[in-house]
């Protein structure tokens, strides 16, 4: 089992950047798919980002493509969200999340068995 914590959000301006980090527990991180999943006030939990263990390969959704990314450092038990040219709309609480198996359905919240507790993401217009 493994344990997320999320931290690295706020309120920033539009134009502005974040980055976001999810601290792993345990030993098996470096083993571990990992995703980023966001969700907006009366929304559904939606797809941002996802990395295979080996941060070898790494998919993005098409609302932050160019704008967003997701990096590990297995040393470390970390995952990271860097996130540039901020917009209002992705306004949200961000979840990272760990995948045990290997999947290639990254995109859906199904793949992942493990979810941090979020972190509040607020982009003033």
């Known amino acids: 089992q493994v344990q997320l914590v999320e931290s690295g959000g706020g309120l920033v301006q539009a134009g502005g950047s974040l980055r976001l980090s999810c601290a792993a527990s345990g030993r098996t991180f470096s083993t571990y798919d990992m995703g980023w999943f966001r969700q907006a006030p009366g929304k559904e939990r939606d797809f941002v980002a996802a990395?295979?263990?080996?941060?070898?390969?790494?998919y993005y959704a098409d609302s932050v493509k160019g704008r967003f990314s997701i990096s590990r450092d297995n040393a470390k038990n970390t995952l990271y969200l860097q996130m540039d040219s901020l917009r209002p709309e992705d306004t949200a609480v961000y979840y990272c999340a760990a995948a045990p198996r290997p999947t290639l359905l990254l995109r859906t919240q199904s793949a992942y068995d493990y979810w941090g507790q979020g972190t509040q993401v607020t982009v003033s217009s």
């Open positions: 990395i295979k263990w080996s941060g070898s390969n790494t």
